[in-house]
């Protein structure tokens, strides 16, 4: 049904199933919406000799989990880490507590990067109302934390929480009180927090915001000689190009000067033709200056994750066909043909066929 494109000289540390950035697809089971409860407890029925195979396989096995972190740079990044099977269905509850300074997650920290709660924040209880809203109640202790940090706080703990489907934006108690703003710098908070708010926001071109859009961008960086993607919420141009052509020129102008991401397409690099949606499938055409190697018709890796991973965050865009004027056809940089619109499964890129 689908066949994996592999991109070489890209690490990806980013999930290969969960949304990332995402769109908030990944389905857990586990998560139940709670009514007057906070937690959702065995079923009393189970025997016990079930009771001891599941307590077995809990103490013996892992789950992968989507995890929103600092990294050296500073920016909220997803990153995936195996995670004690939980014990209840507490799921949410399990990685809000791997967000937590000096907490469990602490041995399984990749190297450069930082927990972002609080060091000694406690969830105190999780609730999932009908609405898809999570509220989520923490002890005092969240309340120590620099104002520079508040931002990073609400954006790792949103984007966390909402790769489960069910869930679609949080709210925050603090001790059994909910809170209209954050207890630092004064964020509103009462009307809730989601993806819609943004992440590692940074500046636009965009002079009338009232007339832009969000988007969220994908730019790779490194560190140690390891690159990953960096989700970025940008405000682009919906005023005299369709917001597809804006999006393409964003990413084309790089993620600027004030960030360390890296801008991975060549300077005289334009469309062509003007971007057309057609079932899904967005259909961009580009100048040879997009090229690696004009010769082999090769495209970059980088360029390729960068546009589909970017574009797809398009709610309506399920899919990139990418064209190369006077090119018949284009390889990837292990010499695969790209014939086929490169779908993106979450965080996976694969090809459709």
Same mark, same amino acid.
């Given at each position: 049904?689908? #066949?994996?494109?592999?991109?070489?000289? %890209? %690490?990806?540390?980013?999930?290969?199933?969960?949304?990332?950035?995402?769109?908030?697809?990944?389905?857990?089971?586990?998560?139940? +919406?709670?009514?007057?409860?906070?937690?959702?407890? *065995? $079923?009393?029925?189970?025997?016990?000799?079930?009771? /001891?195979?599941?307590?077995?396989?809990?103490?013996?096995?892992? &789950?992968?989990?989507?995890?929103?972190?600092?990294?050296?740079?500073?920016?909220?990044?997803?990153?995936? =880490?195996?995670?004690?099977?939980?014990?209840?269905?507490?799921?949410?509850?399990?990685?809000?507590?791997?967000?937590?300074?000096?907490?469990?997650?602490? +041995?399984? =920290?990749? $190297?450069?990067? !930082?927990?972002?709660?609080?060091?000694?924040?406690?969830?105190?209880?999780?609730?999932? !109302?009908?609405?898809?809203?999570?509220?989520?109640?923490?002890?005092?202790?969240? *309340?120590?934390?620099?104002?520079?940090?508040?931002? #990073?706080?609400?954006?790792?703990?949103?984007?966390?929480?909402?790769?489960?489907?069910?869930?679609?934006?949080?709210?925050?108690?603090?001790?059994?009180? +909910?809170?209209?703003?954050?207890?630092?710098?004064?964020?509103?908070?009462?009307?809730?927090?989601?993806?819609?708010?943004?992440?590692?926001?940074? $500046? /636009?071109?965009?002079?009338?915001?009232?007339?832009? !859009?969000?988007?969220?961008?994908?730019?790779?960086?490194?560190?140690?000689?390891?690159?990953?993607?960096?989700?970025?919420?940008?405000?682009?141009?919906? /005023?005299?190009?369709?917001?597809?052509?804006?999006?393409?020129? /964003?990413?084309?102008?790089?993620?600027?000067?004030?960030?360390?991401?890296?801008?991975?397409?060549?300077?005289?690099?334009?469309?062509?033709?003007?971007?057309?949606?057609?079932?899904?499938?967005?259909?961009?055409?580009?100048?040879?200056?997009?090229?690696?190697?004009?010769?082999?018709?090769?495209?970059?890796?980088?360029?390729? @994750?960068?546009?589909?991973?970017?574009?797809? @965050?398009?709610?309506?865009?399920?899919? &990139?066909?990418?064209? &190369?004027? $006077?090119?018949?056809?284009? &390889?990837?940089?292990?010499?695969?043909?790209?014939?086929? +619109?490169?779908?993106?499964?979450?965080?996976?890129? %694969?090809?459709?066929?």
């Amino acid at each position: 049904m689908y #066949k994996r494109i592999r991109y070489s000289g %890209i %690490i990806l540390m980013i999930f290969i199933f969960l949304t990332g950035c995402f769109k908030g697809e990944q389905t857990m089971e586990e998560i139940d +919406p709670p009514n007057e409860t906070e937690t959702v407890e *065995k $079923n009393d029925t189970t025997s016990e000799e079930t009771q /001891s195979e599941d307590a077995e396989k809990r103490h013996t096995t892992t &789950v992968a989990r989507q995890l929103y972190l600092i990294d050296t740079n500073g920016m909220v990044v997803p990153q995936i =880490l195996e995670l004690p099977f939980p014990e209840s269905k507490e799921v949410a509850k399990q990685v809000l507590e791997y967000l937590v300074k000096e907490g469990p997650v602490t +041995p399984l =920290l990749p $190297n450069g990067f !930082q927990a972002v709660l609080p060091e000694g924040t406690e969830v105190l209880g999780i609730t999932l !109302q009908d609405d898809g809203t999570m509220v989520v109640d923490l002890s005092e202790e969240f *309340k120590n934390y620099e104002a520079k940090d508040e931002q #990073k706080i609400l954006q790792a703990m949103t984007y966390t929480l909402t790769q489960f489907e069910q869930i679609k934006k949080i709210k925050i108690w603090l001790n059994g009180h +909910p809170l209209d703003e954050m207890p630092v710098d004064g964020t509103p908070i009462s009307n809730g927090h989601s993806r819609a708010n943004g992440i590692n926001i940074v $500046n /636009s071109d965009v002079v009338d915001i009232v007339m832009g !859009q969000a988007v969220t961008l994908h730019f790779p960086t490194e560190y140690n000689n390891i690159r990953y993607y960096v989700p970025v919420t940008k405000y682009v141009s919906k /005023s005299d190009k369709n917001i597809y052509e804006s999006v393409v020129y /964003s990413l084309l102008n790089g993620p600027g000067p004030e960030t360390n991401l890296i801008h991975v397409f060549n300077s005289e690099t334009t469309l062509v033709d003007s971007p057309v949606l057609e079932d899904g499938i967005l259909k961009l055409v580009f100048s040879e200056d997009i090229l690696k190697n004009k010769e082999q018709a090769m495209i970059s890796d980088e360029v390729m @994750e960068t546009l589909v991973r970017s574009l797809t @965050e398009l709610e309506e865009v399920e899919g &990139v066909d990418i064209k &190369v004027e $006077n090119m018949e056809k284009l &390889v990837n940089e292990n010499g695969e043909i790209l014939n086929e +619109p490169v779908m993106r499964k979450s965080d996976t890129i %694969i090809s459709k066929s």
